[in-house]
């Protein structure tokens, strides 16, 4: 079973900074890529940013510059650091894997549970 376990959401004032993290444990061969998405209500999920496993990284236009997605292979941790917040990026944020549990077979996703983040005027 393969879990992702995110943590670091709250409530933080605007122009504050909140870092997010996401463990993935269990049975995994190896993790191609990372990411973090996000959803509001009444809006799509969005893709906010994503590392692949060599490091290579792309964000969404509305955080760019502000957010700083990072990884560590060893400890299959992937980290997002959210800095001068603003109310729209108030959601659940969620941790992504892209990885597979065997040698043989193709990728697929796997997802977190979520986690609130909410930015206050």
């Known amino acids: 079973q393969v879990q992702l376990v995110e943590s670091g959401g709250g409530l933080v004032q605007a122009g504050g900074s909140l870092r997010l993290s996401c463990v993935v444990s269990?049975?995994?061969?190896?993790?191609?890529?990372m990411g973090w998405y996000r959803q509001s209500p009444g809006k799509q999920r969005e893709q906010v940013a994503a590392?692949?496993?060599?490091?290579?990284?792309n964000y969404a236009d509305s955080v760019k510059g502000r957010f700083t997605i990072s990884r560590d292979n060893a400890e299959n941790t992937v980290y997002l650091q959210m800095n001068s917040l603003k109310p729209e990026d108030t959601a659940v944020y969620y941790c992504?894997?892209?990885?597979?549990?065997?040698?043989?077979?193709?990728?697929?996703?796997?997802w977190g549970q979520g986690t609130q983040v909410t930015v206050s005027s």
């Open positions: 992504n894997a892209v990885l597979k549990v065997r040698s043989y077979g193709t990728a697929r996703d796997y």
């Open positions: 269990g049975s995994i061969f190896r993790i191609n890529a």
């Open positions: 590392i692949m496993f060599g490091g290579s990284s």
